[in-house]
């Protein structure tokens, strides 16, 4: 393990209660960041691969499937044409993130990018073809997706968030 790579097997205590607060308040940081500087600060992810290779980040709009309320998520994205690639990765565990099943109850939702305002777009899950074509690019964009894939026995989704 390099100086700023991440293990082979996933960590003790990544799906802990502190690591889930963290996590949640970390997020929340982000965002509240992103949207005070309009994207100037909290647009780039810069941990593990990031910390060499910079990832965009967006903010992703859901509604929750079960409460109706509204939550905002900062997600690692690849551009893919006029479409947005975003990964259900949750750092490889065992489930996904709640935002994963909040876009498919509700896929018609809003992103924001940096220097822009909100942007609608719908949700929905890769083809597996497109799954395959993805994911050696989301990778090369953030190669700690690799780790995550192993960590998890759960097949990762890829959603593509299309302009509507």
Known sequence: MGRFSLPDERPPGLDSR????????GSKAQVRAFRLTNGRIGATWRIGAGFRKPVPILLLEH????????????????????????VASQGG???????????VAHPETYVQLPKES?????ARVATP???DDLWPR??????????????TDREIPVIVLEPR
């Open 18 to 25: 502190f690591t889930a607060r963290l996590i949640k308040y």
């Open 63 to 86: 509604v929750g499937r079960k409460s109706g309320n509204a939550f905002t998520a900062p997600l690692l994205y690849l551009p893919n044409g006029p479409d947005l690639i975003i």
């Open 93 to 103: 565990l065992p489930k996904n993130p709640q935002w994963y099943a909040n876009l």
């Open 118 to 122: 909100s942007r609608p777009v719908r």
């Open 129 to 131: 073809q497109e799954r």
């Open 138 to 151: 989301l990778i090369d964009l953030y190669a700690d997706f690799a780790k995550y894939d192993s960590w």
